[in-house]
């Protein structure tokens, strides 16, 4: 089966420092991995995705996630926040069963500090 | 601009209305969804619709009644809700739902609140 865990369901960091949000998925196959971003009073935008391909990803917004088969995660990365990073972020793996194809983790919010 | 327009964006309702959330995707995409986001609970899905065709039924109260006329519309239909069912209802839709690394692209959601 397969399932993600978003490690924290908090992150604040200060304007201009790096961001780091964790996840770590379990697939029994090769997994698709995704981050969303969900701004306040908006849907899920899709920041990046992996698909066995590289296994650094760059995203929208100076995002970028990498794919670590050997410790399971696939954590999303900003080199320097900014305010308009204040969100929640969904970490979602591809479910190779039945119809429902995404399964969502619980989300992280992250505030940013001027 | 998401390409996934729901409306209304926001609807309050007693518990006896009879009300209908509508979904429109520009995508060409074959494959529509309907997901409930309730504070401090993880993103729940509803109900899939490929091709027109219902697929999947998350063992959703039969209050809840969606309706997919076409590719590009999809509607989920409510009556007696409860209060508990106060929540963002989020529409989504992809190329199909195979999960072949297909992402799904989401609308900004209807904001239910049940008095």
């Known amino acids: 089966a397969q399932s993600v865990t978003q490690l924290d369901s908090h992150v604040s960091v200060s304007e201009g420092t790096p961001v780091l949000l964790r996840c770590n998925y379990s697939?029994?196959?090769?997994?698709?991995l995704f981050w969303y971003v969900q701004h306040p009073n908006k849907g899920l935008q899709l920041l990046l995705k992996?698909?066995?391909?590289?296994?650094l990803v760059k995203g929208i917004n100076g995002f970028e996630a990498e794919f670590k088969k050997s410790e399971t995660s696939f954590h999303l990365t900003k080199p320097s926040a900014h305010m308009s990073d204040a969100a929640e972020y969904f970490c979602?793996?591809?479910?190779?069963?039945?119809?429902?194809?995404?399964?969502f983790g619980k989300g992280t919010r992250l505030s940013v500090i001027a | 601009e998401t390409g996934v327009t729901q409306t209304p964006r926001h609807l309050v309702m007693g518990m006896t209305n009879k009300k209908s959330l509508k979904c429109e995707q520009h995508?060409?995409?074959?494959?529509m969804y309907w997901y409930k986001q309730s504070a401090k609970k993880p993103l729940e899905l509803m109900f899939v619709?490929?091709?027109?065709?219902?697929?999947e039924n998350n063992s959703v109260p039969s209050r809840f009644s969606p309706e997919c006329p076409n590719s590009s519309h999809l509607f989920l239909h409510l009556h007696t809700l409860q209060p508990e069912d106060s929540a963002l209802y989020l529409c989504?839709?992809?190329?199909?739902?195979?999960?072949?690394?297909?992402?799904?692209?989401f609308g900004d959601g209807t904001r239910l609140s049940i008095l």
């Open positions: 995508l060409g995409h074959n494959a």
């Open positions: 979602v793996v591809i479910k190779y069963s039945g119809n429902t194809p995404l399964v």
């Open positions: 697939s029994s196959y090769s997994p698709s």
């Open positions: 992996y698909t066995s391909a590289a296994t």
């Open positions: 989504a839709s992809s190329q199909d739902p195979s999960g072949s690394n297909q992402p799904q692209h």
């Open positions: 619709y490929n091709f027109k065709e219902q697929t």
